[in-house]
């Protein structure tokens, strides 16, 4: 993980209880891929989705305040900066960022697979 200052050395070892590979709070798993990319998701594009909305946005910073994750990021389709605070107690997070290169990938092999002339749409009227 990314972040914009260092962290005091109890919140390093409270990062490190809470990582994708620790069995403590599996529900932080928040930033899916399809293949294991590393940890740092700065600088990434992900479709972030929420009980509310979903779009593309870049991750700019990761920040603690104990018991809260905070992700800052940019909205790609309107170009503003928000933030977004995970609990880290909280059993089912409200969103999820899944990785955008492999949206694309899923979509172009979906384009790829739909252009081959056996499945052409036949319409009858």
């Given at each position: 993980m990314q972040h914009s200052k260092p962290?005091?050395?109890?919140?390093?070892e409270f990062l490190d209880g809470i990582s994708p590979v620790s069995v403590k709070c599996p529900q932080l798993?928040?930033?899916l891929h399809r293949k294991r990319e590393?940890?740092?998701a700065t600088g990434h594009e992900f479709l972030m989705v929420t009980d509310c909305s979903f779009g593309k946005v870049k991750i700019l910073d990761i920040s603690v305040e104990e018991p809260e994750i905070i992700i800052e990021f940019r909205?790609?389709?309107v170009d503003q900066v928000g933030n977004i605070r995970i609990n880290v107690c909280d059993p089912s997070p409200r969103v999820l960022f899944i990785s955008w290169r492999d949206v694309r990938e899923m979509v172009i092999a979906e384009i790829n697979h739909k252009s081959e002339p056996d499945d052409l749409l036949e319409f009858e009227f």
């Open positions: 962290f005091s050395l109890a919140t390093e798993q928040v930033f590393g940890s740092n909205d790609c389709a």
